[in-house]
DNA sequence: GCAAAAGTGTTGGGCCTACACCCATGA
DNA sequence: TCATGGGTGTAGGCCCAACACTTTTGC
């Protein structure tokens, strides 16, 4: 037998969900780029995204928070199930196995793994990651630029920013990926991110208008270069009832 | 401890994925309602959704088809995951597994297990639904109209329709619930069903010629009450173009 | 002939798209 | 003063919703 393929233990803690894990696909938004969370596993260039096991006396909710907390150090995230993920080889297992030895023992590789995708949006402006001991750096970045992606978890990626492309008009996205306070262009910028193309400004402002689902501060944002833009805040109220009756389609 | 509260051994299968399963809601049309394929488990009035547990060797994807195919006898369906379960407590386990004793051993319990909920598409004139060993009967029963359901099902069911709804403009919904040749009034009537409304059948009509995934046959259906309608077959190709541009877009 | 379902067109209003110039600000 | 991005209105077409009568057929 290869080494390659060399039998890798079951791990045996009572308190786990064998072979029963979460990933977590951390959204921001910043500079008019979406951008996700990373760790890098220490003593490696590799990243992934911030994921373990489930563990017996948790919902998967409950676990989701508990990873991503544990994990990143942020909490109270607005958190959905995406997408699991079942495939019988998701990576090659000797590789990372080998790659991440130092840090992770052998009998704590399950031969094969069942992963439940969620993804989360979070205010960038308001959340400080921090790595776990595990990891050496918990950083944003561009989903244009990625890094080298540890397992499948580039494949996840993926299938999460198609779910939130096509959950975009039924999830208050905006409310949550925004600052409180946030000027028209930010938002027409981050709708632009997650749908990959150019919205017109005056057609955008019109329809969001319409809905009601913002309501127009008397303030203008401070510090800025050029003309100074207004400051909007959400309806969570109207923005949730809109959302509830497809009223605010983009496609 | 009472006997309700005895704990119930987990299963130790080589072969099993521990404490994962899959359940599947099989979608079917027929008389203007939405219908679901339930199971009744043998010597109870308990019916269930066809489920199983996922094998080592196997995908999630490929144990939907496998266990579909061993409780129901039905192959080659349209399947889509849609949500994973995972509360800690799903339902009653000892109230379950003691009106189920007589077909499931006290060993074959997990204490907990976590299941991905998967729907099937079926054209109803097409499928012949029979019991396994552990059921005295494999049918169809309409959406407003169900028996005593068993374990967290009825939920499982609601989450279905739910996704169904939302992905009613993205899947070719219609190509998999109807014969091959079906009547504008049965694609309306699906539509209605789906969405739980009425729609105007002129704007109805209006709009999916509109987009072209239809074309209409030189024939009209036969052996009907009443004035006879067109017969109509998908044009496959164009409805997934029309799909994957979001133009079929019902709300 | 009557009951039941199928088939069909028009109109008005709202929504969406396309499009260009001025304004405010910091450098 | 210049460069950069913000803010705004209009016109045309398309789409959508509302609406009712005729046709066909089986009984």
Redesign the pocket.
């Known amino acids: 037998m290869k080494e390659e393929q060399e039998p890798i233990k079951k791990v045996n803690e009572p308190n786990l969900i064998p072979q029963l894990t979460i990933d977590c696909v951390v959204f921001g938004f910043h500079d008019g780029n979406l951008k996700i969370l990373l760790l890098k596993w220490k003593g490696t260039k590799g990243w992934s995204l911030p994921g373990s096991i489930v563990m017996q006396d948790e919902s998967i909710d409950d676990a989701a928070n508990r990873i991503l907390k544990e994990r990143t150090g942020l909490s109270d995230l607005f958190l959905r199930q995406f997408h699991t993920f079942g495939e019988v080889k998701r990576y090659n297992i000797a590789k990372h196995s080998k790659m991440l030895a130092h840090l992770i023992e052998k009998n704590l590789w399950f031969e094969r793994a069942i992963s439940i995708g969620y993804y989360a949006l979070v205010d960038y402006t308001e959340v400080f990651p921090r790595p776990d001991e595990f990891s050496d750096a918990c950083e944003w970045w561009e989903l244009e630029e990625l890094p080298t992606i540890l397992f499948d978890h580039k494949k996840i990626i993926q299938k999460a920013l198609q779910s939130l492309r096509l959950e975009l008009n039924f999830q208050p996205v905006g409310y949550n990926l925004l600052p409180k306070k946030f ?4 938002l ?2 981050l709708y632009e991110a997650i749908l990959g193309k150019k ?9 969001i208008l ?1 809905t009601g689902v913002v309501n ?1 501060l008397n303030e ?12 909007y805040s959400f309806d969570c109220k109207k923005y949730q009832q809109v959302l509830e009756e497809g ?1 605010l ?3």
């Open positions: 000027s028209m262009p930010e027409q910028r919205i017109d400004p005056r057609n955008f402002q019109k329809k319409k127009r203008v944002k401070k510090g800025v270069a050029h003309r100074a833009p207004f400051l009223g389609f983009f496609s």
